[in-house]
């Protein structure tokens, strides 16, 4: 009997064996499966946040593009603005070294002709004078 049972224990081991290799691999394919479910889903997971992830790129790039648009058409306002100032302060700045000038020739001709009359004054009192002595020498 020894032998029966030895073999029926064979059998039994064998079989128990296969059992368990039958539900190794169906444990094992049972967890590929939830791996690459999870893999699937990650991977859209991943997908979706580069999605979003570029849409906020995209729209903080447009906001900005518009802000520097923005700052360059206030810049050229200001700029426009600070030109046209300039233009007058120039413009008032000739007219007061214009006006600076001619006061200078005015005061100018002025002087020259006072030292032209005292000049003028001067010729005929030394006419005079020379008359007057030249009268008294011929008389």
């Known amino acids: 009997m020894s032998d029966i049972s030895s073999v029926q224990l064979q ?6 064996l296969s059992r368990q290799k039958t539900e190794l691999k169906y444990a094992q394919d ?4 939830k791996i690459k479910k999870e ?3 990650q991977e859209g997971v991943v997908v979706e ?7 906020k790129s995209d729209n903080l790039q447009m906001d900005l593009e518009y802000k520097l648009i ?3 058409k206030k ?3 200001v700029y426009a603005v600070e030109k046209n100032r300039l233009e007058k ?4 700045l000739k007219k007061a070294h214009d006006d600076r000038v001619t006061e200078i020739k005015i005061s100018h001709q002025n002087e020259i002709q006072q030292i032209d009359e005292s000049h003028q004054n ?13 009268m008294k020498w011929n008389a």
Do not use: C, G, P, V
Not at 49 to 55: C, E, V
Not at 89 to 92: A, G, K, P, V
Not at 122 to 134: C, S
């Open 30 to 33: 049972e967890s590929k499966k």
């Open 70 to 72: 923005e700052l360059r």
């Open 89 to 92: 302060e120039m413009e008032m």
């Open 49 to 55: 946040l580069k999605k979003d992830h570029q849409k």
């Open 75 to 77: 810049h050229d306002e």
């Open 122 to 134: 001067t010729l005929y009192n030394a006419r005079q004078k020379f008359m007057k002595e030249k």
């Open 11 to 16: 059998k039994h081991r064998d079989a128990e």
């Open 39 to 41: 893999l699937d889903y």
